[in-house]
Structures are given as structure tokens and as C-alpha cells.
């Protein structure tokens, strides 16, 4: 028995579930809903794979009298691990597939099968709740027909569903089934970049769906207030020589790390990438080429950690046009980074020390190393 399933089964059946899964954007997604819902005042549990699980605030759900369970909503992440056992009572008001590109394979084997299980998400629901899904992923296509026409389908970049306009920062929604025709001014946002714009739209959306008396024209207010997780494009420290240190060491795949690095166009940075790159469907290319595209314009590239040699070796022989130089390890990209970086009156745009990462697990190691340096 899955632990969502084991939670499921002892909430009240009063307390609605938004549970978000994707390759990429699940935690932003999961905070930025659930500080909406705190904003209107509505009891909200946020957790499962962010932090504390799904069974934790079930189990205090069962301890209480019926009457005196004041949860309304509860807002879970969900990992596609959590889905491989298939469950029997965790059935969402609103589920949410972000989207899907290469990773866990070593454990999934196949993109399909990747897909599929992310798709379990949407296997109890009926046509009274709405689930979104990523438009237009041949992966996802497939594994969604066996539940499409079993509840209210809605997308992630078409209609019915959500569309943004990237130069107005305008989110559209159009979803006739739930009664859905509105807009989302994104420009006050504090966390910039294409994907945070989404993972807040997506969040508005899913909230919308909630039926909780929230409709997207009050999350409105709620767009400047919105605070991202940590180690997601977060400034860490402004040191003593004018340089801006940017922790998205969460971008823990190519695609995270391109999103990241799109968030930082028209800035000189120097950019640390390093950590253990994870295994993609094919031995052909290991996809640290798509970041060549990004990276023009920017100081320098440091890599290190596992996989430094294997990064350094791929964007040079793709024709990397900025400077790339191998660190043997973080501290010492750290040090390299300061160096190379221009401070703000020798250099006309701002000055900033990209850190990204190819694994979850240096995120801690990381934050100790700046807390070390500064």
C-alpha cells in the first residue's frame, strides 16, 4: 500500500486534494497554491514529497472529532515513486501533470512507462474534478487515453486550459467545464523567468478548480506575495565586491537548468555546473548541448563534482563560444567563480554567480559552502 493511498483512506472526505506532479516545477507549483489558499484564509496542508507527508496531517485528522477537523484543503506533491504502487483511495479534486522530460530512467526504463505512472494521478477521478496536463507530449498522450474522458481535462499551454503571454506576463484561462474565463496579470511577481510565471499560473488555475470559493480573479492579489522554495533561482548572498550569488542548485536535470538560465537573460553570469548528471533514454548525447544556446552572452562556465569532465568535454565539443574551465571540486569552482566575475563598476550589465547542480543531493552540501564563504 502506497503511503498516499494509506493517508487517503483516513482523511475526511470533506478535505479536497490538489496533487502536482512533473519532471520539473512540482514544489513551486505545490508552495505557490498553498500560499494562495493561506492568503484567503483557508486551512491548507502543504506537503508529501516537498516535505511532510501526506500521512502526518491525516493521522492528526483521525485523532480529532469529525466536527473539530478544521483542514480544507490539502496540497501534495507527488513523485512518480510515489505512484508505482497503484492506489486504491487517494483520488484528487485536481490533479496536475507539469511536465515530463528524461529522468528516473533508471528506474522507469522507458519514457512510456515514465508517463504511465505519472498518469496514475488521474485513474480515480470523475468528471466532476479537473485534472491539467503538460499540451502537446507524445509521452503523455499516450498514457492519458485510458482516463481522459473520465473527468474535466484541462492544458497546460492551450485551450481549454492556460496560455501565457510571456512579453504582457499575462496568464489566459479558458476552461468552459468548470466555468473558468479569466486573466492573471504575472508582472509583480518577484521570482522572474518564463517558468515561474507558469508554475503560478498553473497554481491559480489548480486553485480555481479547488471549488473552494477562490476564483482566479482574487488570486490577483496574491501574485506579489508569492515567495519560490529555496535553491530555485534564490539569492543567497551580495558580497563585499558587488557580486550577486544565485542558488538554483534545485535544477537537478538539463531542463531545470535551461529554464534557470532563460530567467537570467540580459545578465553577465558566471555559471557553476557541476554534480552527477542523470541517466537519459539513449547513450547518444547526455544532454548538457541544449544549454549551449542559454549560455551565450555570459561570462564563463565552471564545472565540477562527478560529472565536471563529462559537462566540460560536451560543451566544448558543441561549440560552447564562452570560456569553460574545470574545477576539481565545488569549493574550488567557488573560488574560481569569484574571480572570474566582474564587479559592478567594471562590468555594464550586473554581475552574478549562476550555481547550478546535476543532483538533489549537493543542494545541502552547497548551501554549507556558502554559508562558509561569505
Known sequence: MSEL??????????????????????????TYAGQMLSHFAIETFVGGNLGNPL???AFQCFKLPSEECKLKVAVVEVSSYQMEIPCVYFCPTVSVVLNLTPDHLERHKTMLSYAATKCRLFSHMTNT????????NQHLDKA????????????????????????????????????????????????????????AAVAALSVAGLDVGVDVEAINATIEKLRAPPHRMQIVCKDIHGLTWVDDSKATNVEAAYAGLTGLKGQKAVILLGGLAKVLHGPASNGFEQLIEPLKGHRCVITFGSSGSLIHDTLSDNGLSIPCIQASNLKDAVKHARKMAKHGRESKKSPYAFIMDAISSMQRELSCVFKGCF
Not at 486534494?17 to 514544489?27: F, H, M, P, Q, Y
Not at 474534478?129 to 502537446?136: D, E, N, P, R, V
Not at 481535462?153 to 512579453?167: K, N, Q, S, T
Request: charged share 20%.
Open 144 to 199: 492519458i487515453r485510458k482516463y481522459w474522458n473520465k473527468f474535466n481535462l484541462a492544458w497546460i499551454g492551450a485551450f481549454p486550459g492556460v496560455e501565457i503571454d510571456m512579453e504582457a506576463k499575462i496568464a489566459s484561462f479558458e476552461v468552459p467545464d468548470i466555468g473558468v474565463a479569466s486573466q492573471l496579470q504575472l508582472g509583480g511577481m518577484r521570482a522572474k523567468g518564463k517558468h515561474n510565471y507558469c508554475n
Open 129 to 136: 474534478k479537473l485534472g491539467l496536463l503538460s499540451f502537446g
Open 55 to 57: 500521512s502526518e496531517v
Open 5 to 30: 493511498d494509506f493517508a487517503a483512506e483516513v482523511l475526511p472526505k470533506s478535505v479536497r486534494i490538489l496533487a502536482v506532479t512533473g519532471t520539473n516545477g512540482k514544489s513551486t507549483v505545490v
